[in-house]
T-cell receptor
Framework: GAGVSQSPRYKVTKRGQDVALRCDPI?????LYWYRQALGQGPEFLTYFNYEAQQDKSGLPNDRFSAERPEGSISTLTIQRTEQRDSAMYRCASSLSGSLVVTDTQYFGPGTRLTVL | GNSVTQMEGPVTLSEEAFLTINCTYTATGYPSLFWYVQYPGEGLQLLLK?????DKGSNKGFEATYRKETTSFHLEKGSVQVSDSAVYFCALKSGGSNYKLTFGKGTLLTVNP
């Protein structure tokens, strides 16, 4: 079946512009996650949705970052007034059960490489 | 808080060599442990996992044993192939946060023919 998809795969933008990154999870997956991965580092947690409810946004670095999942399926991560330090790979993942089961497996998408000039 | 420390890379091996990538962790509660792999140009894929002490996860010839006494989850493979060339990430989820993965920095493995 289809995996997690993300679009665009690559995004180059100028400092100060807003960007929207899209994630389409595996069909039927309850939970959705966003991570950010700097070059040479492992992914770092940003936020987590259970259905359409944003359960945890503690990893969002500041109020320029926001995420939504209005119908419990597709999610959008928005970065307003981008800065060069926002350049990174943004990864989305989805899972079947979320916080109900600690062994629940997260399936990752290919990521969106964001470059802010 | 939770943290994962992985062996620094890059690691370069010849085909059929033995592989070990070390991983140690600090966590609250009783974590579940994971190894993810990222092949060139692809997303992260779960390689194997272990959910309690002394469990051994295995997949595609890779193994890792959850050692609570040494807080370790080292990845091993007896005979690597060129196709194993990838970045390997050790990760954990703790019982206090069933959804948040904490990753190590990753180890780049290159296998030469």
């Amino acid at each position: 079946g289809a995996g997690v998809s993300q679009s665009p795969r690559y995004k180059v933008t100028k400092r100060g512009q807003d960007v929207a990154l899209r994630c389409d999870p595996i069909s039927g997956h309850v939970s959705l996650y966003w991570y950010r991965q700097a070059l040479g580092q492992g992914p770092e947690f940003l936020t987590y949705f259970n259905y359409e409810a944003q359960q945890d946004k503690s990893g969002l670095p500041n109020d320029r970052f926001s995420a939504e999942r209005p119908e419990g399926s597709i999610s959008t991560l928005t970065i307003q007034r981008t800065e060069q330090r926002d350049s990174a790979m943004y990864r989305c993942a989805s899972s079947l059960s979320g916080s109900l089961v600690v062994t629940d497996t997260q399936y990752f998408g290919p990521g969106t490489r964001l470059t802010v000039l | 808080g939770n943290s994962v420390t992985q062996m620094e890379g890059p690691v370069t091996l010849s085909e059929e060599a033995f592989l070990t990538i070390n991983c140690t962790y600090t966590a609250t509660g009783y974590p579940s442990l994971f190894w993810y792999v990222q092949y060139p140009g692809e997303g992260l894929q779960l390689l194997l996992k272990a959910t309690k002490a002394d469990d051994k996860g295995s997949n595609k010839g890779f193994e890792a044993t959850y050692r609570k006494e040494t807080t370790s989850f080292h990845l091993e493979k007896g005979s690597v192939q060129v196709s194993d060339s990838a970045v390997y990430f050790c990760a954990l989820k703790s019982g206090g946060s069933n959804y948040k993965l904490t990753f190590g920095k990753g180890t780049l493995l290159t296998v030469n023919p």
